[in-house]
T-cell receptor
Framework: DTEVTQTPKHLVMGMTNKKSLKCEQHMGHRAMYWYKQKAKKPPELMFVYSYEKLSINESVPSRFSPECPNSSLLNLHLHALQPEDSALYLC????????????FGDGTRLSIL | QKEVEQNSGPLSVPEGAIASLNCTYSDRGSQSFFWYRQYSGKSPELIMSIYSNGDKEDGRFTAQLNKASQYVSLLIRDSQPSDSATYLCAVNSPGGSQGNLIFGKGTKLSVKP
């Protein structure tokens, strides 16, 4: 069991749908991350929230919209996605004092029809 | 361009042998180094972190860091078939209040019974 919880585990959506991915951690970590991972590739950083403020946006298309409602929650809102957006979406959290070591959730497997 | 380089493998070792995984990084300012294990279809799992030169042992795993050579390695003793996975080297590069993990492309390890 991981201490970073992501929901849903699987999501299939059409290109016109709007959906959200959710991530929750109760470790008191103050940095939270969204990654995208395609098969046989390393995780690719999308967004970083540090102390609930967006600190890094790696030039991600606007069809992906992050939100950090509080220090424990992280959302990724999806709209008008493309088939190439199909991937494993990973949430991670980290804390100062541990070298900012990141702990990952189980991920959401997203398929765009 | 900050880079983390790993041999993609596959690295094949017999059960009971020592598996040696290597990683080099380009940013001399890097301060935190991590090894993640990722089983096929699963999320990365943090297995080792190392912050200072030398060796760090945890069970069958030993991480080695040489900052002068910009080199970090992972040794797995008494390799088991359950160790078969992709191993991702990650380096926390200074930048922002929480740093930023740079991942290598991963080395696929296969342990043969």
């Amino acid at each position: 069991d991981t201490e970073v919880t992501q929901t849903p585990k699987h999501l299939v959506m059409g290109m016109t749908n709007k959906k959200s991915l959710k991530c929750e951690q109760h470790m008191g970590h103050r940095a939270m991350y969204w990654y995208k991972q395609k098969a046989k590739k390393p995780p690719e950083l999308m967004f970083v929230y540090s102390y609930e403020k967006l600190s890094i946006n790696e030039s991600v298309p606007s069809r992906f919209s992050p939100e950090c409602p509080n220090s424990s929650l992280l959302n990724l809102h999806l709209h008008a996605l493309q088939p190439e957006d199909s991937a494993l979406y990973l949430c991670a959290s980290s804390q100062e004092g541990t070298g900012w070591s990141q702990h990952f959730g189980d991920g959401t497997r997203l398929s765009i029809l | 361009q900050k880079e983390v380089e790993q041999n993609s493998g596959p690295l094949s070792v017999p059960e009971g042998a020592i598996a040696s995984l290597n990683c080099t990084y380009s940013d001399r300012g890097s301060q935190s180094f991590f090894w993640y294990r990722q089983y096929s279809g699963k999320s990365p799992e943090l297995i080792m972190s190392i912050y200072s030169n030398g060796d760090k042992e945890d069970g069958r795993f030993t991480a080695q860091l040489n900052k002068a050579s910009q080199y970090v390695s992972l040794l797995i003793r008494d390799s088991q078939p359950s160790d078969s996975a992709t191993y991702l080297c990650a380096v926390n590069s200074p930048g922002g209040s929480q740093g930023n993990l740079i991942f290598g492309k991963g080395t696929k390890l296969s342990v043969k019974p």
